[in-house]
């Protein structure tokens, strides 16, 4: 069984830039959500990804965008970087339906400078 | 806002002992229960899933629910220096999972 995959493992970047995440879910998993864990903070709910369409969406601006492929794989992308965006960016597969817990990545460490 | 809340500790335990940790809710309608494990740096893993009401036991992990109390435990029998982390509090309210801000826990040898 596959676990869930996230590139890269760093990345550090300007403000002002835009940057691409991406997330190979678990085997047999449909599912893609997507948090953001701040530093000393539990993970924050960005959005979550079904069927290829966004699937509900916690409190952030809409230069957070996605996608998923028919793979089930995932995109982040943030657009227009600010400081604050610096965190650790956290990508997990589930199943949709039932009570599926989430199967996390080892996540993307995102440095804005 | 629908909330999860844990007390940050740390908690310090010896080796050995029962390591006791909370977590309230705050969304009556929350279905499934979560328990993750976060080394520092590394991301959260699943140490257990509680459904319904009442105790699930799983090795050294217990998981307690009370859904008429929204209140969320985990027992951890035996303490080892390994056990040493955060422990994220979460619940699932369909499409949501929502974390809380996890509890330090410090087994001391």
């Known amino acids: 069984e596959t676990g869930v995959t996230q590139s890269p493992t760093h990345l550090i970047k300007t403000r002002g830039q835009q940057v691409t995440l991406r997330c190979s879910s678990q085997s047999g998993h449909n599912t893609v959500s997507w948090y953001q864990q701040a530093l000393g903070q539990g993970p924050q709910f960005i959005f979550q990804?079904?069927?290829?369409?966004?699937?509900g969406r916690g409190n952030f601006p809409p230069r957070f965008s996605g996608l998923q492929f028919p793979n089930y794989s995932s995109e982040l992308n943030v657009n227009a970087l600010e400081l604050d965006d610096s965190a650790l960016y956290l990508c997990?597969?589930?199943?949709?339906?039932?009570?599926?817990?989430?199967?996390f990545g080892n996540g993307t460490r995102l440095t804005v400078t | 806002q629908k909330e999860v809340e844990q007390n940050s500790g740390p908690l310090s335990v010896p080796e050995g002992a029962i390591a006791s940790l909370n977590c309230t809710y705050s969304d009556r309608g929350s279905q499934s229960f979560f328990w993750y494990r976060q080394y520092s740096g590394k991301s959260p893993e699943l140490i257990m899933s509680?459904?319904?009401?009442g105790d699930k036991e799983d090795g050294r992990f217990t998981a307690q629910l009370n859904k008429a109390s929204q209140y969320v435990s985990l027992l951890i029998r035996d303490s080892q220096p390994s056990d040493s982390a955060t422990y994220l509090c979460?619940?699932?309210?369909?499409?949501?999972?929502?974390f809380g801000t996890g509890t330090k826990l410090q087994v001391i040898p």
């Open positions: 509680i459904y319904s009401n």
């Open positions: 997990a597969s589930s199943f949709r339906q039932g009570e599926s817990p989430l199967h």
């Open positions: 979460a619940a699932r309210y369909y499409q949501k999972v929502t």
């Open positions: 990804y079904y069927r290829e369409e966004e699937n």
